[in-house]
């Protein structure tokens, strides 16, 4: 059963259960926050979220059954569970996962992820995976990722307790999921994903290739071709989606 714990400001809620990781068993804590004064996004990507208009928390799961080398798989989990809580509250069609883990609507980041896990021999042990999910908030900075909330979409206030109940639970039923079921998790996933089997421009370096992607290997790098059929692999820092 999952345990809620509710904190007026911190500086992130992730940070927050790797201090508590030393003293306590965090697995299946789930801690939010009115107000992150150091939430991060991807690498040194800040994340902007408006005091009580949105949902900044982190869960903290067991995945000790997952092979390290298999960790991404949770990274295809994680956004399957917030797409499906999702997908009852905004169209479907425009409602993507891009790669790796942020949730995108008609191509606006609605939500991020960020995962620290830690690793004991070949296994995974915990995972703590933060998520912030614009939800009331109406005005943003001009983000190149072009931020939107869900009131931005639909007009309507959410009230963020249940729907962040709702969030976690879906996860922790994907998470069980890909104990059963890996192969539907990683085909589930490619279902959603931003751009899958389409042409599009990326910038590599200092150049601009239009690639059609072909899908995921198996450590989670990106796959793609190029017009002469050349094969490309890139891990996460290596390519930039153009939009």
Not at 148 to 173: M, R, W
Request: glycine share 6%; hydrophobic share 40%; with cysteine.
């Amino acid at each position: 059963m999952l345990r809620y714990i509710h904190l007026e400001q911190i500086d992130s809620t992730n940070a927050y259960l790797q201090r508590k990781q030393s003293e306590d068993d965090i697995r299946d804590w789930v801690v939010s926050t009115d107000e992150q004064t150091a939430g991060k996004g991807m690498g040194s990507n800040g994340w902007e979220s408006e005091a009580r208009k949105n949902l900044t928390f982190s869960l903290a799961l067991d995945m000790s059954f997952l092979p390290a080398e298999r960790q991404f798989l949770l990274s295809e989990a994680v956004p399957l569970g917030i797409v499906k809580v999702l997908d009852r509250l905004l169209s479907v069609e425009k409602l993507f996962i891009k790669w790796p883990n942020d949730i995108y609507y008609d191509g606006h980041k609605l939500a991020g992820i960020l995962i620290n896990s830690t690793i004991k021999a070949n296994m995974m042990d915990t995972s703590i995976i933060g998520i912030g999910l614009n939800v009331n908030q109406m005005k943003f900075k001009d983000w190149p990722t072009h931020p939107i909330s869900l009131k931005q979409i639909t007009g309507k206030d959410f009230e963020l307790q249940p729907l962040l109940e709702q969030i976690s639970e879906s996860i922790v039923a994907e998470v069980e999921r890909l104990k059963k079921n890996s192969p539907a998790i990683e085909q589930d996933y490619l279902s959603r994903l931003f751009r899958y089997r389409t042409w599009a421009d990326y910038q590599i370096g200092e150049k601009t290739l239009r690639l059609f992607m072909t899908g995921i290997d198996p450590f989670g790098r990106l796959m793609l071709i190029d017009r002469a059929n050349k094969s490309y692999c890139f891990d996460i820092k290596e390519i930039k989606f153009l939009i």
